[in-house]
């Protein structure tokens, strides 16, 4: 399995990006994903995941109402649609992936630790 992730960039405050992770194997459809994002110095932190089946989701607090995780099992692709961005969200963001049924709503995998996948980071800078 690979994960390919892309469409970072270097964005003003407010403005919009949408990052996409493209998977490579089987068994797609099977994986919960997730977003996780690293600021420097800083351990990975969780930023959006979603279910195998795309019916729960799961946002930090910080990018509620603003964030939108989505995959589309027809392409292998997760997608996260970042709306409004502030400073604060600059980071390399990272996408993942587990073997994993549970529902995001109830039991969000959130430990980076948990995750079987990692496609490598896309840089967003956001200048004010």
């Known amino acids: 399995v690979q994960l390919q992730a892309s469409g970072g960039g270097s964005v003003q405050t407010g403005a919009s990006l949408t990052l996409s992770c493209a998977w490579s194997?089987?068994?797609?459809?099977?994986?919960?994903m997730a977003w996780f994002r690293q600021f420097p110095g800083k351990e990975r932190e969780f930023v959006a995941g979603?279910?195998?089946?795309?019916?729960?989701?799961a946002y930090t607090d910080s990018v509620k109402g603003r964030f939108t995780i989505s995959r589309d099992d027809a392409k292998n692709m997760v997608y996260l649609q970042m709306n409004d961005l502030k400073p604060e969200d600059a980071a390399v963001y990272y996408c993942?992936?587990?073997?994993?049924?549970?529902?995001?709503?109830?039991?969000?995998?959130?430990?980076?630790?948990?995750?079987?996948?990692w496609g490598q980071g896309t840089q967003v800078t956001v200048s004010s």
């Open positions: 979603i279910s195998y089946s795309g019916n729960s989701l």
């Open positions: 993942a992936a587990i073997y994993y049924s549970g529902s995001y709503h109830t039991q969000p995998k959130y430990n980076p630790n948990d995750y079987d996948y």
């Open positions: 194997g089987r068994a797609f459809s099977s994986y919960a």
